[in-house]
């Protein structure tokens, strides 16, 4: 898949010739790069409903999703710092936490950039629904004061739980999505 994660596509079963169609069934089981040893996910099986007007369907069930979210988990690919440059284009600023948390402004009088650290704590959850599906992700923001020297000073730390619900949809042939914050 990519520098993080690859994916083995290995058959299930002996594909199944039919006439007019092909059946294979295949299991997509993504691993961290470099580390084989999957995660302890069942693969439960699934149904595709009969239907014979279009020429290719492709099906991903929640296993696929699940050992996505470990792959990358695992690699890393969740933790994210964002920086000077990239806080100063959003506007974050000390002055702006210290608007939400009194105690931030309080904690120095010089104004300094503000670099984020965010990581998931556990691996994601994802789950399919009917139309949609929903994403689970636990993890924590940790907000450093980058000084004159280039060293940090933790500022405060939060730790957060969200649940999304996102509903793909195909709208003038692109793929698209909308996304809700449940919780």
Same mark, same amino acid.
């Given at each position: 898949i990519d520098d993080l994660a690859k994916v083995d596509y290995s058959l299930n079963s002996f594909p199944a010739v039919l006439q007019p169609f092909i059946n294979l069934d295949l299991k997509g089981t993504v691993y961290p790069s470099g580390n084989h040893t999957g995660p302890s996910?069942?693969?439960?099986p699934f149904v595709i409903p009969d239907q014979?007007?279009?020429m290719l369907y492709l099906a991903f069930s929640e296993y696929f999703f699940? @050992?996505?979210s470990f792959a990358y988990y695992t690699a890393g690919a969740f933790n994210i710092t964002i920086a000077?440059? @990239?806080?100063s284009y959003f506007n974050i600023s000390r002055e702006i936490f210290g608007s939400i948390? $009194?105690?931030v402004r309080e904690y120095s009088v010089? $104004?300094? $950039?503000?670099?984020?650290k965010l990581?998931? @704590?556990e691996i994601p959850i994802i789950s399919l629904q009917q139309d949609s599906f @929903?994403?689970?992700i636990q993890g924590s923001m940790e907000a450093f004061a980058v000084l004159p020297d280039s060293t940090t000073q933790s500022l405060f730390t939060i730790n957060m739980a969200a649940n999304t619900s996102i509903a793909p949809n195909i709208f003038d042939q692109k793929l698209m999505g909308s996304l809700c914050l449940n919780r």
């Open positions: 996910y069942v693969a439960a014979s007007d279009s699940q @050992t996505s000077e440059e @990239t806080c948390i $009194p105690e010089t $104004p300094y $950039p503000v670099m984020l990581m998931a @704590t @929903t994403v689970e």
